[in-house]
């Protein structure tokens, strides 16, 4: 029996895209993801990989089946942590190809229907990597400040037919992805929260609230085009190291 409403999260086998479908479940959503790993506990899952032509479509006939869909968010990506000159090409375009080409291609799929019923919110998650510069991470930074290219201009393209395209920034989440970048030296967890003005981590659940509510019209049916930072003030903070740590130990009075 097809459901009223269809929400498509790729990558939510675990970390931000778990808890994104998730809470998409909760607010009454049929939830179909496409990842690489097997997903269990929602309504349809299929394994494959948003690079891929092929495995889209296949996953978005699939999903034709389940009832209009009336959230895309595209949640899959991989990280690589190299200096530019020796990321290898083949993994630059590997992170291309999942973290930018996927999501054009779910784009590709899903938002012809979208726009046939004048209808939808597409959610992008992109990072703060995507407004900042990050050193090490030149094929990661590339491929989310493309993504928010993307969101752009689907806002503008399609924003006008009913369909919003928004895309969300987080920064750093404690996710399995983070464990995989602290194991290999790159940070420690100081770095981090030192760096943002609320002093910890996101969680995926700060993710996930994010895009319940730019997936909602009735919350966010205006707002179309927008980089949502849900970073804790990475992005806003252009303080140096010492003034940013004195601004979180300052008494009220003081000031």
């Known amino acids: 029996m097809p459901h009223d409403r269809v929400a498509v999260v790729t990558g939510a086998a675990q970390g931000i895209g778990r808890r994104i479908a998730e809470i998409l479940a909760v607010e009454g959503y049929a939830v179909a993801t496409l990842d ?3 997903v269990t506990g929602l309504t349809y899952a299929q394994v494959g990989d948003v690079s891929s032509e092929t495995d889209v479509s296949a ?3 699939a999903v034709a089946d389940l009832g209009p869909v009336a959230v895309v968010v595209n949640n899959a990506g991989v990280a690589c942590i190299a200096p530019a000159e020796s990321t290898p090409v083949a993994l630059w375009r590997q992170v291309l190809d999942v973290n930018l080409t996927g999501p054009f291609l779910i784009c590709q799929a899903f938002g012809p229907d979208m726009l046939a019923r004048g209808a939808g919110s597409i959610v992008n998650i992109a990072s703060v990597a995507g407004l900042r ?12 400040h493309g993504l928010l290219g993307l969101t ?7 924003g006008g037919r009913g369909v919003r395209v928004n895309a969300v920034c987080p920064g750093w989440v404690k996710t399995t992805m983070d464990d995989d970048s602290q194991s290999s030296g790159a940070y420690v967890d100081t770095d981090i929260t030192d760096h943002v003005p609320m002093g910890r981590f996101a969680s995926p659940d700060d993710i996930a609230q994010a895009v319940a509510f730019l997936a909602d019209p009735s919350r966010s049916g205006f707002i179309n085009g927008a980089a949502l930072s849900v970073d804790g003030g990475w992005h806003a903070d252009g303080s140096w190291q010492s003034l940013r740590l004195s601004a979180r130990t300052r008494s009220a009075s003081s000031g």
Do not use: C, I
């Open 59 to 61: 996953f978005a006939a």
């Open 152 to 158: 752009r201009t689907l806002a503008a393209e399609w």
């Open 133 to 144: 510069g990050v050193a090490d991470r030149s094929a990661y930074n590339a491929s989310k």
């Open 36 to 38: 690489r790993q097997p």
